[in-house]
């Protein structure tokens, strides 16, 4: 991941914050499985799952809606 992937990572993470949500990396041992590597997005009050993204680019569409 180069520095101008993890600042447009963590421009996301900002603008999610200010939505009220939580941007996760999924961190798994196994590299093989369907979710590694996807961002996950959660409600920060109820913690309940509310969408998830393969890339920074559907990310950042997911947080346009």
Do not use: C, I
């Amino acid at each position: 991941m180069t520095n101008a992937d993890k600042a447009r990572e963590a421009k996301l993470r900002r603008a999610a914050h200010r939505q009220g949500l939580h941007v996760q990396k999924q961190r798994t041992l196994a590299p093989y499985t369907e979710m590694y590597g996807w961002y996950l997005v959660s409600d920060e009050n109820t913690n309940g799952l509310v969408g998830g993204a393969n890339t920074l680019d559907d990310l950042e569409n997911f947080l346009k809606e």
